[in-house]
């Protein structure tokens, strides 16, 4: 059975950092494409970040280029994404995401697999 719990959300100031975490579980999870997205209020979900099974391939949206870096631990199945200097604009449930499809897409729906998510509110 496939699982992703995410965690390490919650209520910070601007400028601050946030190192979000998702555990995954599942044999079919072992060379899948992860993701993080987000969702703010009242929008749509967008991709944040992507990572290929290798971690050699990675990518970044253009809003949090050079603030946010995801990466993963394939050893102990975690998937991560640090953010640092948050913005109000960066309010939002994320969610994890996995694809068995090998690419970063930026397509919800390309994704098999989700967490629950996870809260991320910073304030001014």
């Known amino acids: 059975q496939v699982q992703l719990v995410e965690s390490g959300g919650g209520l910070v100031q601007a400028g601050d950092s946030l190192r979000l975490s998702c555990a995954t579980s599942?044999?079919?999870?072992?060379?899948?494409?992860l993701a993080w997205f987000r969702q703010p209020p009242g929008k749509e979900r967008e991709l944040v970040a992507g990572?290929?099974?290798?971690?050699?391939?990675?990518y970044h949206a253009d809003s949090v280029k050079g603030r946010f870096t995801i990466s993963r631990d394939n050893a102990n199945k975690v998937l991560y994404l640090q953010m640092n200097n948050l913005k109000v604009e960066d309010t939002a449930v994320y969610y994890c995401?996995?694809?068995?499809?090998?690419?970063?897409?930026?397509?919800?729906?390309?994704?098999?697999?989700w967490g629950q998510g996870t809260q991320v509110t910073v304030s001014s």
């Open positions: 995401a996995a694809s068995t499809d090998g690419r970063i897409s930026s397509i919800p729906r390309l994704y098999s697999y």
């Open positions: 599942g044999r079919t999870l072992i060379r899948s494409t």
């Open positions: 990572i290929g099974w290798s971690a050699g391939q990675t």
